[in-house]
Every structure is written in structure tokens, then in C-alpha cells.
């Protein structure tokens, strides 16, 4: 979600744009040119395409809106539960089955103004970006620490943690976010797969796939 402070110890302001930022929650710039044919999702503006795995469906984006609402944060504050619920929503999602009606995978992709210090890797920002994720998601834990992957046309760095979710429902569980984050300047991508191997929905091997369809123009 470099030796500089824990997020918690930073000026009010530079926090809070730091915490909005994380997972692609600071503003981005307005979509235009987006095509989506079967798989293929093509986003002009951004000079970014992918492939969601086959059988997945697009969701619409105002169906992530009202299921965003739906969960719980682990967080130090309401103020910052609020924020990550109000932020901008994904370029795209994708999931296994429609995500309003089912526990299913999803795919979610984020884009934002490049918020690392000048000349900062992603690999020596990732403590922080850790340990910020740590404060937003309950019973979060890193189960592969961050390691650079291999993505053309982007500096790219890869984790795997876990975390309980909780819904208004009352289901709640663990569950498992697989997260790619992609520089290329001047815009930060982060690629978020949850998945919950508990209930036997695991998206491995498609996410697999999605990073290697990654092309930037």
C-alpha cells in the first residue's frame, strides 16, 4: 500500500494525501478513450492495456461504488474510513461472477499522479506502503514481501498479504490481495487481485495472466 516516517507521524495534510493515494485513491485524471472488446480492455488516455481472464465478466463501475460501502475498515480514524469510501473509483473492474450477488475474485485497476519522492524506487517506498495498508485493512499481514517483477515500459514490484473482510451482511473471512504496482511516469498503476482461497475461490493463475498481458504504448 526508503526509511522515511511511519505514515501515522506525518504532517495532518501530507498523511492524508498519502493515505488517499495509496491503491490509486487520489485523483485521476478523467477517462477518455476507453475501449473494451471481449477480453481486451484499452485505455488511451493512459497508454495502458490488459486482459481480464477469460470468463470474467467487466463490472460497471457504479456497481463498485455501492459494494465498496459494504465493507469495513480497520482504520485509525473515521475520517480516513470516509476518505478511502468517497476516493475515485477504479479505471476498471473485473470479477469472477457478478460481485453485488456472489463471493467471487476481482480485478481492480487504479491510476494516479506519481506520489513518490523525486528519485525514489517503488522498492524503497514499499515499507511505507505496507505499513499504511496495515492501518486500513483488518488483520492485515504481509505473506510475500515486496520483490520486483518484470513488466515492459514500467518499473513494476509485486506482494502478496491477507486480511479479514467484513460486510454489512455479516460475512466476514479472509481474504488474500495480490498487488502489482506499476511506475511509469508520471503515473503510479496498482493492480489489485482479491481472491479467498479459505471458500476455495483462488485467482492465481489468472492474475498470472493479466500481468503478462500488460502493455503500455
Known amino acids: 500500500m526508503t526509511t522515511a ?10 498523511r492524508r494525501s498519502f493515505l488517499k493515494g495509496l491503491g490509486g485513491l487520489a485523483a485521476a485524471p478523467a ?27 467487466f463490472e ?31 479505471l476498471m473492474v473485473a470479477s469472477q461472477a457478478p460481485l453485488l450477488r456472489n463471493l467471487a475474485a476481482s ?5 494516479e499522479d ?6 525514489q524506487s517503488l522498492m524503497q517506498a514499499s515499507p511505507d506502503i505496507m505499513r499504511a495498508l496495515g492501518m486500513l485493512l483488518a488483520d492485515f499481514r504481509v505473506t510475500t514481501a515486496p520483490h520486483p517483477v518484470d513488466v515492459p515500459g514500467a518499473e ?12 454489512r451482511l455479516g460475512h466476514q473471512g ?11 511516469a508520471p503515473h503510479l498503476f496498482t493492480l489489485n487481485m482479491f481472491d479467498l482461497p479459505a471458500d476455495r475461490i483462488v485467482a492465481q493463475k489468472e492474475f498470472d495472466e493479466v500481468r503478462a498481458s500488460v502493455v503500455f504504448a
Open 60 to 90: 460497471h463501475l457504479r456497481t463498485f461504488a455501492d459494494l465498496r460501502n459494504e465493507y469495513e475498515f480497520a482504520t485509525p480514524s473515521q475520517e480516513v474510513s470516509e476518505l478511502l469510501k468517497a476516493g475515485p473509483l477504479p
Open 31 to 57: 477517462l477518455a478513450a476507453v475501449l473494451v472488446s471481449g477480453d481486451l480492455y484499452v485505455n488511451n488516455a493512459f497508454g495502458l492495456a490488459l486482459r481480464k481472464p477469460s470468463g470474467w465478466g
Open 174 to 184: 479472509p481474504a488474500r490481495n495480490r498487488g502489482l504496482l506499476l511506475l511509469r
Open 5 to 14: 516516517p511511519h505514515p501515522a507521524s506525518y504532517p495532518n495534510d501530507r
Open 107 to 111: 480485478l481492480t485497476l487504479y491510476a
Open 114 to 119: 506519481n506520489p513518490l519522492d523525486e528519485g
Open 156 to 167: 513494476a514490484i509485486e506482494y502478496i498479504a491477507s486480511f479479514t473482510y467484513r460486510d
